[in-house]
């Protein structure tokens, strides 16, 4: 009977010591984990490159406001024939010119004496989307647009085909300068860098001042207006956050 007594406490301390042992390794793993995982170091980099835009969207509107809906539609539609007749004569192709379909309204006038509204014209607008490859005809198109009865335009959106090059090329920047931050950092801590642990990013665009005519070229009799417009460069920007292990330095 003790002989059981025994054996069952040698085996019960033999588990107990097993399952101390198995918790005093884990415990140290998840130490020397933290240990490691505390041993790192975050930066951030920018980055930027250049260029001249080489493409835009010109977005051009017409409006007539008339007692009667037909002179109003017809002031409208020949204003918009005689722009897309601009575009083929610009060779845009057709596929990157689009016109939204004729929108009509009725405007009244509100007689507070007898309570009533009173019809007293009709207001017809469309709009035209061109998208233009050739930045050195924009001058051109606005300015005959405008001569044209074009009465509505918004800002040109400038982009450049090469866009997702340029933004990688500026990430590219971006990562360098982290490094070079990361290193500088680990330097004056008396460690050194090694790999990355995580890498995020992200990039975009600034436009460039809006082409404008430039007033004091358009005033000139000896130049064409629609040379006077300028547009500047696109800039675009990378930025990096990067976690890199912090070793080190040989013989420490």
Aim: with cysteine; net charge neutral; hydrophobic share 35%.
């Amino acid at each position: 009977m003790n002989s059981r007594r025994i054996v069952h406490t040698s085996r019960t301390a033999v588990l107990f010591a097993a399952m101390t042992a198995c918790t005093m390794l884990l415990s140290g793993m998840t130490h020397a984990a933290e240990e490691e995982r505390l041993r790192t170091i975050t930066v951030t980099g920018q980055g930027e490159t250049q260029a001249e835009p080489d493409r835009a969207i010109v977005q051009l509107g017409v409006e007539s406001r008339k007692p009667k809906m037909e002179d109003a539609r017809a002031e409208v539609t020949k204003t918009v024939d005689a722009v897309l007749k601009l575009t083929r004569e610009l060779q845009i192709e057709s596929r990157h010119v689009r016109a939204t379909r004729i929108n009509i309204q009725p405007e009244y006038n509100w007689d507070n004496s007898t309570r009533e509204r009173h019809l007293i014209g009709y207001h017809v607008s469309r709009q035209i989307e061109i998208e233009l490859r050739d930045l050195d005809r924009l001058g051109h198109l606005l300015e005959r647009s405008f001569d044209l009865g074009v009465n509505q335009a918004g800002d040109p959106r400038l982009d450049s085909s090469k866009r997702r090059d340029l933004e990688r090329e500026a990430l590219a920047k971006a990562v360098r300068d982290a490094r070079l931050n990361a290193e500088a950092v680990a330097k004056a801590a008396g460690a050194r860098i090694g790999a990355p642990r995580s890498i995020s990013a992200g990039s975009g665009y600034v436009q460039p001042p809006l082409p404008v005519r430039m007033k004091a070229v358009a005033m000139a009799e000896s130049v064409d207006a629609s040379q006077s417009y300028q547009s500047g460069q696109m800039t675009f920007n990378g930025s990096v956050q990067i976690e890199y292990d912090l070793m080190p330095l040989p013989g420490q």
